[in-house]
T-cell receptor, first 117, second 114 residues
Framework: AQTVTQSQPEMSVQEAETVTLSCTYDTSESDYYLFWYKQPPSRQMILVIRQEAYKQQNATENRFSVNFQKAAKSFSLKISDSQLGDAAMYFCAYRSPNAGNNRKLIWGLGTSLGVNP | NAGVMQNPRHLVRRRGQEARLRCSPM?????VYWYRQLPEEGLKFMVYLQKENIIDESGMPKERFSAEFPKEGPSILRIQQVVRGDSAAYFCASSPGFPSYEQYFGPGTRLTVT
């Protein structure tokens, strides 16, 4: 069974600085999807970035980028130029490939990110 | 295009009552997923449905919980005879289906059992 581990329960960053959130996972599948979701105080789950395992290029979305190390089963999220609105819980999630009916997301426990002005 | 809608946003039930949580997927989406988030924990998958079919209920407790996604109307997650341990946030997500199974989340329903 697949597992997702986020080893940093809490982190903080100064406004305008860069922070990296860690995520490791375990799977025997060769193809899969990885996601970072943001959950602000409103509790709405917002997709930040996604990565397909077969793509070697790291995904990037504006100030958010990932460092995907497939052999190490590591998927970290880098937030550049941190803003106060980035303060939230961040969850790493895994999903099996589209074939078959196993489409559930498997979640880490989350990292609470604080942004200091 | 309206997002995933969930109602109610907050639900208070006494122990032993029934809770009904509703989820309206995004327009054009025929796949619905339910997740539960217990306090201070990540989300846990409960059930995956397509219209009129349960595809994967491997995360659903065997007793008191049921889910449906009828041909017309929202998906319903039903919890019978609620207990304090059912207090949690329940999130619904929807996806369009092949070729995209990207999941878009609703705002969640916070269930409090007193």
């Amino acid at each position: 069974a697949q597992t997702v581990t986020q080893s940093q329960p809490e982190m903080s960053v100064q406004e305008a600085e860069t922070v990296t959130l860690s995520c490791t996972y375990d799977t025997s599948e060769s193809d899969y999807y990885l996601f970072w979701y943001k959950q602000p105080p409103s509790r709405q789950m917002i997709l930040v970035i996604r990565q397909e395992a077969y793509k070697q290029q790291n995904a990037t979305e504006n100030r958010f980028s990932v460092n995907f190390q497939k052999a190490a089963k590591s998927f970290s999220l880098k937030i550049s130029d941190s803003q106060l609105g980035d303060a939230a819980m961040y969850f790493c999630a895994y999903r099996s490939p589209n074939a078959g009916n196993n489409r559930k997301l498997i979640w880490g426990l989350g990292t609470s990110l604080g942004v200091n002005p | 295009n309206a997002g995933v809608m969930q109602n109610p946003r907050h639900l208070v039930r006494r122990r032993g009552q029934e809770a009904r949580l509703r989820c309206s997927p995004m327009k054009g989406h025929s796949h619905v997923y339910w997740y539960r988030q217990l306090p201070e924990e990540g989300l846990k998958f409960m059930v995956y449905l397509q219209k009129e079919n349960i595809i994967d209920e491997s995360g659903m407790p065997k007793e008191r919980f049921s889910a449906e996604f009828p041909k017309e109307g929202p998906s319903i997650l039903r919890i019978q005879q609620v207990v304090r341990g059912d207090s949690a946030a329940y999130f619904c997500a929807s996806s369009p289906g092949f070729p995209s199974y990207e999941q878009y989340f609703g705002p969640g329903t916070r269930l409090t059992v007193t």
